[in-house]
């Protein structure tokens, strides 16, 4: 089965997308603080990270790009969420997520993006 992690500072949200995803078969991991996204990582790699823009007092772009500098997480496909529409800077920059979905989202489309990513 594969995981998914859903790292986004809204309770309402991460349950949400919890119930949705493994509704969907997958398994998944939540996290609701970004400063303890590598200590998660250490413990358990998911297939796959979606990641909220905003984290509260971080920017989840900072963290995509942390994921996609280090060796050891640099393949995992991260799917970043926003509500804010202006954020597609430039997909083909180091560090750049591999997908972009804008709040609030189709499930469908964010099922799409999942298993395009998870295909890929």
């Known amino acids: 089965m594969q995981t998914i992690l859903v790292v986004d ?3 309402d949200i991460l349950e949400v997308l919890q119930y949705i995803l493994e509704d969907s078969g ?3 991991d939540t ?19 979606l990641l909220d823009v905003m984290l509260g007092n971080m920017d989840g772009r900072e963290l995509c790009r942390d994921v996609k500098a280090k060796q050891e997480t640099h393949d995992i496909p991260v799917i970043m ?8 800077s430039p997909f083909h920059q180091d560090g750049a997520p591999d997908d972009f979905i804008a709040k609030p989202f189709d499930i469908s489309v964010l099922l799409d993006s999942i298993e395009r990513q998870l295909a890929a």
Do not use: R
């Open 9 to 11: 500072d809204d309770k």
């Open 26 to 28: 997958y398994e998944v």
């Open 31 to 49: 996290l609701s603080d970004g400063h303890l996204l590598f200590d998660q990582l250490k413990k358990h790699m998911p297939d796959l990270i």
């Open 81 to 88: 969420i926003s509500a804010s529409h202006n954020i597609s």
